[in-house]
């Protein structure tokens, strides 16, 4: 499908695009990316027969990177090799720089560029639904069956006590969803004894048996979860009370996308305490004028069972101070401030209170306070059971007179600060302002808006909302940079909001505040973003006691032209846990991260005198977190961007064994047997405690990707071929078995690890997967492999010679590709690559010179001094009846 998609959005773009002024209200329309709602700050709409979308929400969901230049108005797309440039009022197209004619330009509404959704769709090589009847759009991408990406962790993994049983109904597990859900499966939440979790990975998680965790549906929403009495932790025993536990939560992906394993946890020893019932349904009510305790009603349900309660007590509490009233509390308040009410017939009771009631501080109950009831459960016996709360009423304010609530008009994105200042939050005044004294503008996650009312609003700190004052007209109203969600955290790109207004009473209507409803969704976007880098991981690899003990590596961001450099920051997960942000991460000293340049992927050691960022230097036996920070150039008014974190790690004294490097493979010859495979790696970069190397391939119809250490280590002669220290590059034998005992065949796919073999006390250690190969016959017949690769420097010239074949006349040319050593490179990957750019060649001349600036490597970008790279050959055939052929590689290293 995908090679159709330049055909197919050639006639789409020319079918008329009408847009009229404003959509018919209709049932709202549902938009579905591989079975997950789609959720944007612009709705859906249907416009003359057409479900138009915002653009970038769209291009984004479907994994396509978005540039807006604000200059041009002109949006670019970009996903694979494809590129979709529109022009906000042209009625040209370009697709791979080649112009296409649209009848009608493109548009925008409220802000946003709307496009119909089967253009975009179609036009990326997706599958679109339509259900007219139900009003869903619906489509399934590329990466929803057997997709090879990678799934995003979930984050923010919080667990909570919520109860009493002494099992795993005691246990709640909340965590925000995985940032590409498109690609997830489901969940699973593992629960480890908090004393196992040292060594506790993706290969441990992916093992654990289907009874000893619980699944959780991929729905779009970020998931609380709580546990049965039957939940049992990974090691196989139920949950229960007094062990001190962590949650993990594994996001599985879909076909061949690699599942992700959140960070841990903050530990959690659950509470067996047994507790008399609490009771319910805890109302107020203001039933009188006299301006204190009088006019307040209390109701509540006892427990059904109560014979093990003596009393209760009725707290009325200043709802300003409820984040901060507890149980511990409750027991603590005085017997001033409190009300006592006996038991007596019937299951609800009533009481009013009196003039001389006060609330929790201490205070007279009085009118234009917002007050919160609760009533403790009083145990007849405390050595048994233990008094237990109750929730808390809804907030009532005991006054005279109302006011009306606030009217939001429009919330918007209209600078790339990357905070506060971006959001500009509209809304109609009271009509009548007499009564309030100012309003309060609070932002909210949107995942969270259902649950904040008028009582969580007048609870919130003063530094969490923005104060505004009246002004006898209707507000527009642009944000800080300082400001906060209602959690305290800051606004920032990327996250989904909305907003409301509350107007807060005055005189006699103190404390009568009134909250508005919530405005439509928005998401903070710049239209110059700073990308963050990828494949973060972090390994132990010397024994020094510090820095240069410590490898980190990570693929550089997919777009650098708004970037200077990257800081490589070491958390202490003492200090910070898993709650390290960016605004942390721009606050750090200089002299406490490590700065790399841009323009390469990074994978090397820190050095000795390396410090976390608190200013330590990094020693053993301490656990850290690293994180990236992509650094702004400064060329635009963009934020600085943090990768997610790397797997936590704790630098340990011990014989050391390193991974083989630059894994890749190639089916070579047409034997039907081992000989057709080629496996050529790096050897490690210490080879000291090393004392052979297992070459095992792994068949994926058992193992899928999930091919650990542990299964490499049970792994027996003959199932793996085993070669001396050094680096590899041999096709296999024909006698050559897989690790399930079978001898390599045609038509099977495999993956390839390295198992290096440690000495003595030394551990093993396994590389990463080679990437998937499947062992064909090919009708075409080989022209034949290059020999006698070297190269040469003179000043600042590079000359690659090699020994020509004896007979050329089946080539067309000899192309010289330089790899960076990390990336896997073979035959097919040379075959693929299609653009001059990206090799060197001068025809059938066996040495080929080019000045340094002049040499790209095979993904296109300049070689770089200090970088090891490996070079290749590849003798290309001239007839669709031949084969070409690659040599083997060497090392290049321009000091």
């Given at each position: 499908?995908?090679k ?6 050639a006639g789409?773009l ?16 549902r938009?579905?990316i591989d ?5 944007t700050d612009?709705a859906?709409?249907m416009?003359q ?8 929400a769209?291009?984004?969901?479907l ?6 230049n ?6 670019t ?7 979709i440039?529109?022009k ?12 296409v004619?649209l ?10 560029t709307?496009v119909?959704?089967r253009?975009?769709?179609e036009?990326?090589?997706q599958e679109?639904?339509w259900?007219?009847?139900?009003q ?6 590329d ?5 090879n990406g990678?799934?995003?962790p ?5 667990v909570?006590d919520v109860?009493?049983?002494g099992?795993?109904?005691?246990l ?6 995985s940032?590409n859900?498109?690609?997830v499966d ?5 629960v480890?004894k908090a004393?196992?979790?040292f060594?506790?990975?993706?290969a ?11 699944t959780v549906?991929a ?8 546990l049965?009495?039957n939940?049992?932790d990974?090691d ?7 062990q ?20 841990a946890s903050?530990?959690?020893t659950?509470?067996?305490v ?8 805890v109302?107020a009510?203001?039933v ?7 006019d ?7 427990p ?6 003596a009393?209760?007590?009725?707290l009325?509490?200043?709802?300003k ?6 149980l ?9 401030n409190?009300t ?6 019937g ?7 009196t ?7 201490g205070?007279?109950?009085k009118s234009n306070v917002p007050?919160t009831i609760y009533v403790?459960s ?7 059971a233990?008094?237990?709360l109750s929730?808390?009423s809804?907030s ?8 009306t609530s606030?009217v939001?008009?429009a ?8 905070d506060g ?6 809304f109609?005044?009271?009509s009548?302002?007499?009564k309030?004294s ?10 969270d808006y ?5 009582t969580?609003?007048?609870?919130v700190s003063s530094?969490?909302y ?14 800080s940079s300082?400001?906060?969600d209602?959690?305290g955290?800051t606004v920032?790109n990327?996250v ?8 807060i009473?005055?005189?006699?209507n103190a ?8 405005s ?6 710049n239209?110059?973003?700073v990308?963050?880098?990828?494949s973060?991981?972090v390994?132990d690899?010397n ?5 240069r003990?410590?490898?980190?590596s ?9 970037i200077?450099?990257?800081?490589i920051m070491v958390?202490p997960?003492d200090?910070y846990?898993?709650?390290f942000?960016?605004s942390d991460a721009?606050?750090?000293s200089?002299?406490?991260y ?12 820190l ?7 608190r200013?330590?230097?990094i020693?053993?036996?301490k ?6 920070l992509s ?5 635009y008014?963009?934020?600085n961007a ?10 340990m004294n011990?014989?050391?064994v ?9 089916d070579?010859t ?6 057709d495979l080629?496996i050529?790696?790096?050897k490690?970069?210490?080879e ?9 391939v792994?068949p994926t119809s058992k193992?899928?990707s ?12 003959p199932n ?7 680096s590899?590059d041999?096709v296999?034998s024909?006698?050559?078995r897989d ?6 065949k045609n038509d099977?796919?495999y993956r390839?690890y ?5 000495y003595g006390s030394?551990?093993?250690a396994l590389?990463?997967?080679s990437?998937?190969?499947?062992l064909v016959t ?5 022209v034949g492999?290059?020999t ?10 590079i000359t690659?010679s ?12 000899y192309r010289v590709f330089v790899?960076?050593s990390d990336v ?9 690559v299609?653009s ?9 001349n066996?040495?080929?010179?080019r ?13 770089i001094?200090?970088?090891?790279y ?15 052929e690659?040599?083997?590689s ?5 000091p």
């Amino acid at each position: 499908m995908k090679k159709l998609w330049v055909t197919l959005l050639a006639g789409l773009l020319v079918l008329p695009i009408l847009f009229q002024s404003s959509a018919q209200a209709a049932t709202p329309i549902r938009i579905y990316i591989d079975g997950v709602p789609l959720v944007t700050d612009q709705a859906a709409v249907m416009i003359q027969g057409r479900t138009m979308l915002p653009l970038r929400a769209i291009f984004e969901a479907l994994d396509a990177k978005i540039q807006w230049n604000q200059k041009t108005q002109t949006v670019t797309a970009i996903k694979d090799d494809t590129t979709i440039v529109l022009k906000i009022g042209s009625k040209v197209a370009t697709i791979n720089n080649k112009a296409v004619s649209l009848d009608v330009p493109g548009k925008n509404l409220k802000g946003r560029t709307m496009v119909p959704v089967r253009f975009v769709g179609e036009a990326l090589g997706q599958e679109v639904g339509w259900n007219s009847k139900t009003q869903t759009v619906t489509i399934t991408s590329d990466n929803s069956n057997g997709g090879n990406g990678s799934v995003n962790p979930v984050s923010y993994v919080t667990v909570k006590d919520v109860g009493d049983a002494g099992d795993g109904r005691d246990l709640q597990v909340s965590f925000s969803k995985s940032t590409n859900e498109s690609l997830v499966d489901h969940y699973r939440v593992l629960v480890v004894k908090a004393a196992n979790t040292f060594n506790f990975n993706l290969a441990d998680a992916l093992r654990v048996s289907s009874a000893n965790y619980s699944t959780v549906l991929a729905t779009g929403a970020d998931p609380v979860v709580k546990l049965t009495a039957n939940s049992r932790d990974v090691d196989g025993n139920l949950i229960g009370s007094k062990q001190a536990y962590v949650a993990y939560v594994l996001a599985v992906g879909k076909g061949n996308n690699a599942s992700a394993l959140s960070s841990a946890s903050s530990t959690i020893t659950l509470d067996n305490v047994t507790y008399v019932a609490a009771t319910t349904d805890v109302k107020a009510s203001d039933v009188n004028n006299y301006g204190d305790g009088r006019d307040l009603s209390i109701s509540f349900t006892r427990p059904s069972s109560d014979s093990n309660i003596a009393s209760y007590r009725v707290l009325v509490v200043k709802t300003k101070d409820i984040s901060k009233f507890d149980l511990a509390a409750a027991n603590n308040v005085s017997s001033q401030n409190y009300t006592t009410i006996y038991k007596s017939g019937g299951s609800t009771q009533t009481s009013a209170l009196t003039s001389s009631s006060r609330d929790t501080s201490g205070e007279l109950i009085k009118s234009n306070v917002p007050y919160t009831i609760y009533v403790l459960s009083v145990s007849s016996n405390s050595s048994v059971a233990s008094n237990k709360l109750s929730s808390g009423s809804s907030s009532i304010t005991l006054s005279v007179g109302s006011i009306t609530s606030p009217v939001i008009t429009a919330v918007e994105d209209i600078n790339d600060y990357g905070d506060g200042r971006d959001l500009r939050v509209s809304f109609t005044k009271l009509s009548d302002e007499s009564k309030i004294s100012s309003y309060r503008i609070f932002v909210v996650k949107a995942s969270d808006y259902g649950n904040f009312n008028l009582t969580k609003a007048n609870a919130v700190s003063s530094s969490n909302y923005t104060q505004v004052n009246k002004t006898g007209s209707n507000i527009s109203q642009v944000l800080s940079s300082g400001v906060r969600d209602i959690d305290g955290v800051t606004v920032r790109n990327g996250v989904s909001y909305r907003v409301f207004v509350m107007a807060i009473g005055s005189g006699n209507n103190a404390g009568s505040n009134e909250l508005s409803s919530a405005s439509q969704a928005i998401t903070l976007l710049n239209s110059y973003n700073v990308g963050t880098v990828s494949s973060l991981y972090v390994s132990d690899v010397n024994d020094y006691g510090d820095g240069r003990d410590l490898r980190v590596s990570f693929t550089r961001a997919s777009e650098e032209s708004n970037i200077s450099s990257y800081r490589i920051m070491v958390v202490p997960t003492d200090n910070y846990g898993n709650g390290f942000s960016l605004s942390d991460a721009n606050n750090v000293s200089s002299s406490y991260y490590t700065t790399v340049s841009k323009g390469y992927n990074y994978n090397e050691v820190l050095s000795s005198n390396a410090r976390d960022v608190r200013g330590n230097l990094i020693t053993n036996n301490k656990q850290y977190r690293v994180y990236v920070l992509s650094v702004s150039n400064g060329s635009y008014s963009v934020s600085n961007a943090l990768s997610s974190s790397s797997s936590t790690i704790t630098l340990m004294n011990g014989n050391s064994v390193g991974k083989v490097r630059s894994l890749s493979v190639s089916d070579d010859t047409d034997y039907g047997n081992g000989r057709d495979l080629r496996i050529s790696f790096t050897k490690a970069l210490d080879e000291s405690n090393i004392s052979s190397y297992r070459i095992m391939v792994v068949p994926t119809s058992k193992y899928g990707s999930n091919f650990s250490l542990s299964a490499a280590n049970d792994i027996r002669y003959p199932n793996y071929t085993e070669v001396s220290k050094g680096s590899f590059d041999q096709v296999l034998s024909a006698d050559t078995r897989d690790v399930s005992g079978n001898l390599l065949k045609n038509d099977t796919t495999y993956r390839v690890y390295v198992l290096s073999v440690g000495y003595g006390s030394s551990y093993n250690a396994l590389s990463d997967s080679s990437r998937e190969i499947t062992l064909v016959t090919s009708a075409k017949t080989p022209v034949g492999t290059v020999t006698g690769v070297t190269y040469n420097e003179n000043g600042n010239n590079i000359t690659f010679s090699f020994n020509n074949l004896r007979n050329e006349t089946n080539i067309s040319e000899y192309r010289v590709f330089v790899v960076q050593s990390d990336v896997s490179f073979g035959l097919s990957d040379a075959i693929n690559v299609t653009s001059s750019s990206r090799y060197l060649s001068d025809g059938k001349n066996s040495a080929i010179t080019r000045s340094f600036s002049e040499i790209n490597d095979v993904s296109g970008a300049a070689i770089i001094k200090g970088v090891e790279y490996r070079v290749y050959v590849l003798a290309v055939a001239n007839s669709n009846g031949l084969r070409s052929e690659i040599s083997k590689s060497i090392k290049l290293l321009i000091p």
